[in-house]
C-alpha cells in the first residue's frame, strides 16, 4: 500500500551536533507536514510544504521539499536538549487526498 | 493547551468491559480523527469524519465503533478488546479534510492512554 518512509527510526547526537531526519514516498506527495512529539506528549505541527524544492526555516529548523515532491528532510542545527522528541512527517498523497504519517524518528540528545 | 480535550486520560479496562472514549474540539473544525499510537505502529490512522460523516476506516476490527454526533464531537466506543490494544489513542481535528492551497495542520488532542488487561 501506499506509505511514506521515514530514516532513521532512532538518532543520538550529543548536544551540538546537527540532525537530520529524512521521509520519502513512492508517490508524489500534495503536500508534506512536519509534527514534533515531546516525551509524553502529543504530536504539535512544525510546518507544510506545498511546493517543490521549497525550504523554510525556523530558527534552527531547516525543512525541505524535494523537487519531485516525492522526499522532504527535517534538519536541526546545534541540537539543544529542548529538541528531544519524535519528529513525524505526514504526506498528502495527491491522487485520493489521502494523509501519510511516517513512522517517526526519535531524537535523543546526549548532555 | 490544543483546543482539543480527551477524556478520560487514562483508562484500565478488562477484555469484557464496555467504555467510550471522548473527544471534543473548540476549534470551529470540520475534520476530526481518531489515531492509535504504540511502540509496534508510532501514528496509526483510524477513523476521518468530515462534518460528522465518517470518510476513512483503515480496516479497524469492528470491537472498536466510532460515533460522531457533530462537528465538534467525536468518540470512540470500546467493547471486548484485547491486550494488544493498550496504546494511547489520540483525537485530532483540522480545519478541513483537503485544503490545498493552505495550511491545514492536525491539532491534537493530550490522548487517552487504555490499558486492556
Known amino acids: 500500500g501506499q506509505q511514506v518512509m521515514q530514516i532513521p527510526q532512532y538518532q543520538h547526537v550529543q548536544e551540538g551536533e546537527d540532525f537530520t531526519t529524512y521521509c520519502n514516498s513512492s508517490?508524489?506527495?500534495?503536500?508534506i507536514q512536519w509534527y514534533k512529539q515531546r516525551p509524553g506528549g502529543h504530536p504539535v505541527f512544525l510546518i507544510q510544504?506545498?511546493?517543490?524544492?521549497e525550504v523554510k526555516k525556523q530558527k534552527r529548523l531547516t525543512f525541505q521539499f524535494g523537487e519531485a515532491k516525492k522526499n522532504s528532510s527535517l534538519h536541526i542545527t546545534a541540537t539543544q536538549t529542548t529538541d528531544v522528541g519524535t519528529y513525524f512527517c505526514?504526506?498528502?498523497?495527491?491522487?485520493?487526498?489521502?494523509?501519510?504519517f511516517g513512522k517517526g524518528t526519535r531524537l535523543h540528545i546526549l548532555p | 493547551e490544543t483546543g482539543v480535550t480527551q477524556t478520560p486520560r487514562h483508562l484500565v479496562m478488562g477484555m469484557t468491559n464496555k467504555k467510550s472514549l471522548k473527544c471534543e474540539q473548540h476549534?470551529?473544525?470540520?475534520?476530526m480523527y481518531w489515531y492509535k499510537q504504540s511502540a509496534k505502529k508510532p501514528l496509526e490512522l483510524m477513523f476521518v469524519?468530515?462534518?460528522?460523516?465518517?470518510?476513512e476506516n483503515n480496516s479497524v476490527p469492528s470491537r472498536f465503533s466510532p460515533e460522531c454526533p457533530n462537528s465538534s464531537h467525536l468518540f470512540l466506543h470500546l467493547h471486548t478488546l484485547q491486550p494488544e490494544d493498550s496504546a494511547l489513542y489520540l483525537c485530532?481535528?483540522?480545519?478541513?479534510?483537503?485544503?490545498?492551497?493552505?495550511?491545514?495542520?492536525?491539532?491534537f488532542g493530550p490522548g487517552t492512554r487504555l490499558t486492556v488487561t
Open positions: 485530532a481535528s483540522s480545519q478541513d479534510l483537503v485544503l490545498r492551497d493552505r495550511v491545514n495542520e492536525q491539532y
Open positions: 508517490t508524489t506527495l500534495s503536500n
Open positions: 510544504l506545498v511546493k517543490s524544492g
Open positions: 505526514a504526506g498528502l498523497l495527491g491522487l485520493d487526498d489521502k494523509i501519510i
Open positions: 476549534l470551529g473544525h470540520n475534520a
Open positions: 469524519y468530515n462534518f460528522k460523516e465518517q470518510t
